[in-house]
DNA sequence: ATGGTTGTTGGACAA
């Protein structure tokens, strides 16, 4: 199974690119971010037609976040437990072929200091507890992919003083990333990539970032022990960032075995 | 130091 994550900055703008590069690579499961669209507005028929069911949990202009699959999707939550009053649409889980599938997409929260800041910190730790007491119980494959607007060490950025002010660097944000991979989680770009530094999946629009390579690597899959031992390659498609109209991030890709 | 870009939306806001 080749699974992608792929922050797509807008699946309306984007959606003759998104079906281009499904038909090329053929990914089995596909999770989006930033939909910025209701569920209504969502392109179900031009990626039923290329063989995609989709699963979808939008919102108007902002976030918004959906699974693709070649195979059926099952027992689908949508929405972050912990705070019944937050309205982002952030984070959708299912299960695909015996797999949990979890996709998220997690707040930017500049600038750091504000209310922003904090609902990305509160976020982060509503997601830890939801890792540690509901995700983590069950057995099966686990695979929790997405956007997580955290650059977790210096390696991740070509040049880390661009980033000393931004909220995906900070040393509470880059804590509680690590805390999720304490739990019993893999990153699954360095199981698989040992020592590989400098690997990005966002350039910046701005100040020619593409061309310079000025990127920042904050997309991400973790895995349980279990999704680990059937994953045989994790790598980053930087293609699609090259394309006219392109997002300003690019596919992460696994093969799991299954 | 400032501004540089893109998408949604129809003036800002978010990233």
Redesign the pocket.
């Known amino acids: 199974m080749k699974i992608a994550t792929f922050n797509i ?6 959606i003759e690119n998104l079906c281009d590069w499904l038909n090329t690579e053929q990914p089995d499961i596909v999770l989006l971010q ?1 939909l ?2 209701q569920d209504e507005q969502f392109p179900y028929e031009k990626l039923k037609s290329i063989g995609y069911e989709a699963s979808v949990y939008g919102q ?4 918004g976040v959906a699974v693709l699959s070649k195979h059926k999707i099952e027992k689908v939550v949508k929405g972050l437990p912990g705070d019944d009053s937050d309205e982002q649409s952030r984070y959708m889980e299912c299960t695909i072929k015996g797999i949990n599938v979890c996709n998220l997409y997690l ?4 600038p750091i200091g504000k209310e ?1 800041y904090e609902y990305k910190l509160k976020w982060m730790d509503r997601l830890g507890k939801h890792i540690k007491n509901k995700l983590l119980n069950s057995a099966k494959p686990l695979l929790i992919g997405g956007d997580w ?1 955290v650059i977790p060490t210096d390696d991740d950025c070509l040049d880390p003083d661009d980033w000393v002010d931004d909220a995906a660097a900070s040393n509470q944000v880059r804590a509680r990333f690590k805390a999720y991979q304490n739990l019993g989680l893999y990153d699954a770009f360095n199981a698989l990539n040992p020592n590989k530094k400098q690997v990005f999946t966002f350039w ?4 020619g970032a593409w061309s310079k390579n000025n990127g920042i690597r904050i997309d991400f899959f973790l895995l349980n022990g279990n999704a680990l031992d059937k994953t045989t390659n994790c790598w980053v498609d930087t293609k699609p960032r090259g394309k006219e ?1 392109a997002s ?1 991030h690019t596919p992460l890709l696994i093969d799991l075995n299954s």
Request: charged share 40%.
């Open positions: 900055n807008s699946v309306r703008a984007r930033e910025k669209c108007k202009a902002y976030n707040p930017n929260g500049n922003k607007n910046d629009y701005q100040r109209k300003d």
